[in-house]
């Protein structure tokens, strides 16, 4: 889908034209992927608009850039009032929020040194990314996710969507919505763009970060939900034919959300319907996410923007 523009741009710390958020060829980050960066949700409220944890996501994003030493000149709350300024500046929710800190236009050498470091902060609509209400058709990749000791699964960093690339480009290209990759030994690690979690006798397991999963704010949002209905939850590694004995798959993410898988390289998990478990969790995310339910955890920033419409399951 096009990206759908809107009128500003934050751009460290000033609201620029939506045109004139460009950069150079010859910046850094063009030709060695130096870029960390968020993406995040504000929904439709039955009273406004709020983001849905805020916070979470620019500390995550300051995480990302401290671990490959990118020196932020912004505060934690200095980012989140630039989310919400944007936001409220161009007057569109629901809307994506696409926060992104790179490497300039400076020296044209590997070393970041002489490149300066440039935010943005960038909001447009954007609806479902997995499409369709009985689950998605996926598969198991033949790319493996980033081995550790390579490139930091934990930095949410541009670099890392090459290989999310691959898994996502060979899976569409099969004829499958998305794909599920291996880490290197093998064990179940996340989607291209999604953690993945698994149901099996009423327990619900995901793996753990140190698969080579990205620490996704939805999957803790997930696990959180879980506990709260007095489910059991392991986060432990999982061999790749779990996903096909399991009764219940689904994938979470901000673009994602909580979506159901129907099958998995052809093989159908469960009864090939969203299970009761998986609907169970997406009700009490949608609901606390669009403003149906207590945002019992405090995971909403309202945003003084009325809603279009709310996005739901
Ligand atoms: C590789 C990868 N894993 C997991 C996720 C889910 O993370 P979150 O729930 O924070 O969006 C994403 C999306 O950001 C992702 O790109």
Known sequence: MPIQTTSKIWHNGNLIPW????????SHVIHYGSSVFEGIRC?????????????????RLL???????????????ELCAGVVDVIETNGVTPCYIRPIVLRGYGEIGV?????????YIANFPWGKYIA?????DVCVSSWNRLAPNTMPSLAKAGSNYMNSQLIHMEAEINGYQEGIALDVNGLVSEGSGENIFIVRNGVL??????????????????LTIARHLGLTVFEQSL???????ADEVFFTGTAAEVSPIRSIDRIVIGDGKTGEITR??????????????????????????????????
Not at 43 to 59: D, I, K, N, T
Not at 239 to 245: A, K, V
């Open 19 to 26: 045109e004139q958020a460009t950069i150079h060829v010859m």
């Open 132 to 136: 369709g209400h009985g689950g998605a």
């Open 111 to 119: 070393s970041p040194k002489g490149s300066p470091i440039e935010v």
């Open 280 to 313: 169970k969790i997406a009700d009490e995310f949608f609901g606390i996410a669009n403003g149906l339910k207590p945002d019992r955890f405090g995971w909403l920033t309202p945003v003084k923007v009325n809603a279009s419409e709310p996005v739901t399951a």
């Open 239 to 245: 061999p790749r034919e779990m996903l096909y004995i």
């Open 205 to 222: 397991y995901t793996p753990p970060l140190a698969n080579s999963a990205l620490s996704g704010i939805t999957r803790d949002s997930v």
């Open 43 to 59: 929904y439709g409220q039955p009273q406004g608009s709020a983001v849905f944890r805020l916070p979470e996501h620019m500390q």
């Open 63 to 77: 995480d990302s850039a401290k671990i490959y030493r990118m020196e932020i000149p912004f505060a934690l709350e």
